[in-house]
């Protein structure tokens, strides 16, 4: 099993509609969680980081399940400028500091 | 803003060259990072500095070497460029530990090798 699972998408969203997606890791000894957002040909950029009472930023909810092993991201009021590959980070601090990046959900919003 | 500059957007270069890809940041972090980011795979490390002249190996450095003689300068170097690197190369500083959110991304080098 992959340490950071996403699923890859496309997802196709009508603009103004609600989405969500989650991140799966495997490891339960991971602590920190952020999501980052990546426009096309773009560097990845911090959205929010995710914390275990979840956390809300304007349009966008986090939430982590520790339970269950995944984080969520949920986008309301979704608008086009939200079209962008969302990608879950999960960091280890360990004596092995490990940071691992999931390979990115692609979301396109639809006018 | 902190600014993390990388010296070329588009580069292509031939099988067996040297190349070099510079990274500059001008917010006096310690922590430098190399990335290369391919279709289906994500982003994976390739080295990493916590101060100058200290470097790390990350998940995937063979084939690669850097260097770290200023604080502010991290360069990635391909001994001998083959065309399995023909990959985007994304340059980060941070200035607290490993911690992932306060990373600053490059714009990216997108390197063809030819």
């Known amino acids: 099993r992959k340490e950071v699972e996403q699923d890859p998408g496309p997802f196709n969203v009508p603009e103004g509609a609600t989405v969500a997606f989650n991140c799966t890791y495997s490891?339960?000894?991971?602590?920190?969680f952020f999501w980052y957002r990546q426009d096309c040909r773009k560097e990845p950029k911090l959205l929010m980081s995710?914390?275990?009472s979840g956390n809300e930023d304007g349009r966008f909810t986090a939430q982590l399940n520790r339970a269950s092993q995944y984080i969520s991201l949920l986008i309301r009021d979704s608008k086009l400028s939200d079209s962008a590959t969302y990608l879950c980070?999960?960091?280890?601090?360990?004596?092995?500091?490990?940071?691992?990046f999931g390979k990115g959900t692609r979301l396109h919003i639809l006018p | 803003d902190v600014k993390v500059t990388q010296s070329s957007r588009y580069l292509v270069k031939r099988t067996g060259e040297k190349v070099f890809l510079e990274c500059v940041q001008d917010?006096?972090?310690?922590?430098m990072f190399w990335y290369r980011q391919d279709p289906g795979l994500g982003l994976r490390l390739i080295y990493f500095?916590?101060?100058?002249?200290?470097?790390e190996k990350g998940d995937i450095p063979e084939g690669y070497s850097v260097s770290r003689e200023k604080k502010e300068r991290f360069s990635l170097i391909l001994e001998s460029a083959s065309t399995n690197q023909t990959s985007m190369y994304l340059c980060?500083?941070?200035?607290?530990?490993?911690?992932?959110?306060?990373?600053?991304f490059g714009s990216g080098t997108r390197l063809t090798v030819v």
């Open positions: 980060a500083s941070s200035r607290t530990g490993h911690r992932v959110d306060g990373y600053t």
């Open positions: 995710v914390y275990s």
């Open positions: 917010m006096d972090h310690e922590n």
């Open positions: 490891n339960s000894a991971s602590q920190s």
């Open positions: 980070v999960v960091m280890r601090l360990n004596r092995d500091d490990k940071i691992i």
């Open positions: 500095s916590y101060d100058v002249k200290m470097k």
